[in-house]
């Protein structure tokens, strides 16, 4: 199908119809990253294997399975982070919650690589329960991962990582449970773009048996607002 427009226009008289070759990668980009929204920020601690820390941010990332307990991070380019992993496949996915939010954004500089993020941050690196790489002691929450697999496709590097490990502060913890108000996590939107959680909401599962022969506007379980 061709696509609708070769360039992102100012207006949409129509629907929008394109294809990644459509586009420049950079106008591609502005659009993937305004609709996948929001997205958890994994701060990916790795270590080379000198012993240099390194941490920066990753937003294409998230939990991708529960038996066993996956998460993924997509890198763009082979930077400091997935050349460490190569060296020492091991990493920390930090939890980005609002209270560290200028500091993670910090971490996104392009430092050299024997810089150390945590002593330019002003952050404190932790030692970590069952990886190498420390954990972020500001943060509330962490998860140590173990890399299985590196995925890569031309310039795209996924890594696959086992969820080894996790630690919560006492702080975010409510009714037997992560609180979502408590932990406060950082939604990324587009460019520099970022939202704290707004309304909470419950919605029950479907169940076959409710449904079966009625009218879904019927049994359709309702969003409550909690
Ligand atoms: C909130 C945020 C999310 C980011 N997500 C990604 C991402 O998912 N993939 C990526 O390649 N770069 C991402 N970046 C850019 C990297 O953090 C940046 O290139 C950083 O310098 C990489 O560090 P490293 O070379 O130490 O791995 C993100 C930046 C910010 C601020």
């Not at 199908?1 to 420049?24: F, I, K, N, Q, Y």
């Not at 066993?68 to 190569?86: E, H, I, M, Q, W």
């Not at 992560?178 to 939202?195: E, F, M």
């Amino acid at each position: 199908m061709a696509g609708s427009h070769d360039a992102p226009p100012r207006t949409l008289e129509g629907p929008l119809e394109v294809s990644p070759e459509d586009w420049s990668t950079k106008d591609f980009y502005h659009l993937m990253t305004a609709l996948v929204i929001p997205r958890p920020i994994g701060w990916m601690s790795t270590v080379s294997a000198s012993g240099v820390r390194n941490l920066a941010p990753y937003s294409y990332f998230n939990l991708m399975g529960s038996d066993p307990f996956y998460v993924a991070f997509g890198s763009t380019g082979v930077k400091d982070t997935v050349t460490n992993l190569r060296e020492v496949p091991e990493f920390v996915a930090n939890i980005v919650t609002m209270h560290v939010l200028e500091q993670m954004n910090f971490t996104s500089g392009n430092f050299p690589r024997d810089e150390d993020e945590y002593q330019w941050a002003g952050l404190t690196p932790v030692a970590s329960a069952k990886v190498r790489p420390p954990r972020v002691g500001e943060a509330k929450a962490h998860l140590e991962c173990e890399v299985v697999q590196i995925v890569s496709d031309r310039n795209t590097h996924i890594v696959l990582g086992r969820v080894v490990h996790a630690h919560v502060e006492p702080s975010v913890w409510k009714d037997g449970r992560v609180d979502p108000r408590l932990l406060d996590p950082v939604c990324r939107l587009a460019g520099s773009g970022y939202a704290s959680l707004g309304d909470l909401f419950s919605v029950d599962r479907p169940e076959w048996k409710n449904v079966q022969g009625r009218d879904a506007r019927e049994v359709m379980p309702r969003a409550v607002k909690k």
